[in-house]
C-alpha cells in the first residue's frame, strides 16, 4: 500500500490547530516516520532535535510509539523519551491505519518541578549536561487533563474531516516500494535472492533490477547490507548495547564481519562511530 499525503492541506489544518489550541500535532506515515509537516516545536525540542544523537532518539520514539499502540480507538497517550506528555491515535482506511495523528510536546498540571526532575535523570547523555536545556524545558505550556481531553476528542472527530476530504489516500503500491518495505521489516532475518523472490512472489533476475534501481546501482547483497548498517547506527547512538550484540540485532552474527560491512559502508569503524556522535 502506497499512501498519498495532501501536504498542503494538512500543513494548513496543523497550523490552524496549533493556532487555536497551542497544542502541536503533527502526521506521522505508519512506519511511526515524521512526513515533516511541522515546524513550530518549542525550543527543548529543537534542541533536542539539532543534534544528531537527539534527532536519532526522537526518530526511534515516534516508531515505538506507533508499534506499541495499543488503545481500542482514539488517542493513547504516554511520555516520550524525555518525559514530554505527547499522544497519537491511527488515521484508518477501512481497517488499516493509514497514518497516525500525533500531538504533544506539552506538561500535564503536575508540580512541573517534579516533571523536570524526572526529565533530567533521562538527560545523561546531553553534551553539556542536563542543566542546559532546563530553561527551555520551563518554556513548555501545562495543561490540565480536562483540556486534553477535550483537545482530544475535537481532533477524533477531526479525523473524520481529513478521510472525508481525502487528505490521507492509499494507492497501490509499485514493486520497488515493495521490495523497500519488506527489507525495510525483514532485514534482521536471513535473506537470499532465493528466500527474497519466493516470499515476494518476484522472479530473481527481475529482483536484481530492482535492488540496482533502489541502490543506484548496486547489487541485492548491498541493498540488505545498507539496511543494517542504518539500523545499527541507531543502536549505536541510542543504547549501550556492546558492539557484538548490535550485530546480532541487526543480522549479522561474526562480528569481524560486521565491523568489516560497517566500515565498507561510512568509511569508519563502529567504535570509532559511536564515539564521535557521543562525543
Known sequence: MNILFDEDQLRKLIANLKVLTGVPANILDPEGRDINLFRGHPPFCRAVNDLAEGHERCISCDMWKIHN????????????????????????????????????????????????????????????????????????????????????????????YIQLKGMILATEQTDLQKLELYLDEHYMDKLSLASISREMHIGRTKLCTLAKELSGGHTLSYLIAQRRISAAKRLLVQTNLPISAVAEQVGISDYNYFSKVFRSITGTTPSTFRKKLRG
Not at 523519551?81 to 484508518?92: D, N, Q, R, S, T
Not at 493509514?98 to 545523561?124: F, K, M, N, S
Request: aromatic letters at 16%; one cysteine or more.
Open 69 to 160: 499502540y495499543t488503545a481500542e480507538k482514539g488517542f493513547q497517550f504516554y511520555r516520550c523519551h524525555l518525559g514530554i506528555c505527547e499522544a497519537v491515535m491511527p488515521l484508518y482506511d477501512k481497517k488499516n491505519p493509514l497514518a497516525y495523528l500525533a500531538v504533544g510536546c506539552y506538561l500535564d498540571d503536575t508540580p512541573i518541578e517534579e516533571q523536570w526532575e524526572h526529565t533530567r535523570a533521562l538527560l545523561d547523555w546531553w553534551p553539556d549536561g542536563p542543566d542546559a536545556l532546563k530553561e527551555a524545558f520551563f518554556q513548555f505550556r501545562q495543561y490540565s487533563q480536562q483540556e486534553i481531553q477535550a483537545y482530544a476528542e475535537t481532533l477524533e472527530a477531526l479525523s473524520a
